[in-house]
């Protein structure tokens, strides 16, 4: 198959014009966010492998081989052992005290010993849905499903029974340290070419448009060398943070399953460029985001319960005009054919996030992000007469993820027939605003009547 390029594109970052004829080419930046090989927690469990990629010394992710999988999933099967005794069976709702969560925190660095398991996977949280406010005992709470844990053939650790991410204790500390930087600029992850990257891969493209037999099996690796590493940038978190690489790795997947470079493991997930292919309309550039998609946050009259509702993700998409510079300008309206697929995936994403466990994991550290703002934004320390400055220096005081910091990755090309040589961009990234929820609240009559009792003081930071 020969083609001629009168249009082309690339994702994540970029997408230029040049043109087309017989079939179009789609440039995807790859990267697995929770992807890191060593992942150093409190007790010395390392975070083998999620979502299949290692980083190295410098910083570059590559593919981790099937015998590294295997290797690092043995390791981590020998270190997670699951919850005993209560903690074992599964709960609607259960409640962990932020107090004394800080203070076995605290003790365990006074007395340099290693966290529980159970404390470092929060009780087997899955979501969180309540925040209680106890003025009785200067304590906030915070509830929602819980179960036990192991871990999953991807190397996430998920409930036993539905197979959804647990909790973080490191992300839910990440989530207060970063609390600052989260109201002033907000929570993301994005990847970005270099300008050498650009030129050289203008410079083949134009060769390759001045030769009307290129070959796409032969211009591929000959792109991906002239393009060479992109940029991987962070905002308001921690770039070493597991909170961070969960970030990459849904965007990563979700552009996966977009592009044809991955199949979905759950039925109704066509990719982008199927629909792009079968389309008879006109394409332009389009980028694709996952944000937060909760409903106004519910509170009691008396201000002590408030309970986080809606879906957690969601999948936009907007088109946009990119120059050959990499600047991207929104037209602040989406092509139909891309709000299709990005509602679809929207749609879909509970059922997958069972399967493909990062968009859990995703999910989780929204719920724990949008928490820290609740308690910032409504005051809610000083409505329960409690300090949570542990919590909120954790993350800064002891080494909770110690791993290689994502700075940079290889591209990844594919090469999709398309009936009128249609161009598709699949720029975007992951963005958190957490404050913007945390603000939107609302009375609820139906919260008055819920309650929560504190059991005696031996029965612990969990119940």
């Known amino acids: 198959?020969?083609?001629?390029?009168?249009?082309?594109?690339?994702?994540?970052?970029?997408?230029?014009?040049?043109?087309?004829?017989?079939?179009?080419?789609?440039?995807l930046l790859i990267f697995t966010s929770n992807a890191i090989v060593q992942a150093q927690f409190f007790n010395g469990f390392r975070q083998g492998v999620v979502g299949g990629v290692m980083?190295?010394?410098?910083?570059?992710?590559?593919?981790?081989?099937?015998?590294?999988?295997?290797?690092?999933?043995?390791?981590?099967?020998?270190?997670?052992q699951g919850a005993v005794g209560d903690l074992a069976k599964p709960s609607d709702r259960r409640m962990i005290s932020l107090k004394q969560l800080q203070q076995i925190?605290?003790?365990?660095?006074?007395?340099?010993?290693?966290?529980?398991?159970?404390?470092?996977?929060?009780?087997?949280?899955?979501?969180?849905?309540?925040?209680?406010?106890m003025p009785e005992e200067n304590d906030i709470v915070i509830a929602g499903p819980a179960e036990s844990w192991k871990v999953s053939e991807t190397g996430s650790i998920v409930g036993s029974k539905s197979g959804r991410p647990v909790m973080y204790l490191d992300d839910l500390l990440v989530a207060f340290h970063s609390l600052r930087a989260a109201r002033s600029e907000g929570i993301s992850c994005s990847i970005d070419p270099t300008p050498e990257g650009i030129q050289r891969y203008e410079q083949v493209i134009r060769q390759a448009a001045a030769n009307l037999e290129s070959n796409p099996s032969t211009l591929e690796p000959v792109l991906k060398e002239a393009f060479g590493p992109q940029d991987v940038r962070f905002t308001g978190i921690p770039t070493n943070s597991h909170l961070a690489r969960v970030l990459l790795g849904a965007d990563y997947q979700m552009k996966r399953y977009g592009m044809e470079l991955a199949q979905p493991p759950v039925k109704g997930i066509p990719s982008y460029l199927s629909m792009v292919r079968n389309?008879?309309?006109?394409?332009?550039?389009?980028?694709?985001?996952m944000a937060c998609?909760?409903?106004?946050?519910?509170?009691?009259?008396?201000?002590?319960?408030?309970?986080?509702?809606?879906?957690?993700?969601?999948?936009l998409t907007e088109a946009e005009i990119v120059d050959s510079t990499g600047g991207r300008k929104q037209l602040g309206k989406a092509h139909p054919t891309a709000q299709k697929w990005a509602d679809t995936f929207t749609k879909k994403l509970d059922e997958l996030s069972k399967k493909d466990p990062v968009f859990g994991e995703l999910r989780n550290v929204m719920d724990l992000c949008v928490v820290a703002a609740l308690i910032e934004v409504q005051g809610l320390e000083a409505a329960a007469g409690c300090d949570l400055s542990i919590l909120r220096g954790a993350a800064e005081s002891s080494e909770l993820a110690m791993s290689?910091?994502?700075?940079?990755?290889?591209?990844?090309l594919s090469f999709v027939r398309s009936n009128k040589g249609l161009v598709v961009a699949a720029?975007?990234?992951?963005?958190?605003?957490?404050?913007?929820?945390?603000?939107?609240?609302?009375?609820?009559?139906?919260?008055?009547?819920?309650?929560?009792?504190?059991?005696?003081?031996?029965?612990?930071?969990?119940?």
């Not at 957490?434 to 930071?461: C, H, M, Y």
């Open 279 to 289: 389309s008879n309309a006109n394409q332009v550039e389009s980028r694709f985001w």
């Open 105 to 133: 925190i605290d003790d365990s660095q006074t007395q340099k010993k290693s966290l529980p398991e159970e404390v470092m996977f929060l009780g087997g949280l899955t979501r969180i849905e309540f925040v209680f406010v």
């Open 404 to 412: 290689g910091t994502p700075k940079t990755l290889p591209p990844q």
């Open 1 to 27: 198959m020969s083609v001629v390029i009168k249009k082309w594109s690339f994702g994540m970052g970029l997408a230029c014009r040049s043109g087309f004829l017989t079939g179009f080419m789609a440039l």
């Open 293 to 315: 998609d909760y409903n106004a946050i519910q509170k009691s009259d008396d201000g002590l319960v408030w309970k986080i509702g809606g879906n957690g993700i969601k999948t």
């Open 55 to 80: 980083i190295d010394a410098e910083g570059m992710a590559r593919n981790a081989t099937i015998a590294e999988l295997h290797d690092m999933l043995a390791q981590m099967r020998g270190q997670v």
């Open 427 to 463: 720029s975007g990234g992951v963005m958190i605003d957490s404050f913007a929820i945390a603000s939107n609240v609302q009375s609820s009559d139906q919260l008055n009547s819920e309650k929560v009792t504190r059991p005696s003081s031996s029965a612990g930071w969990v119940w």
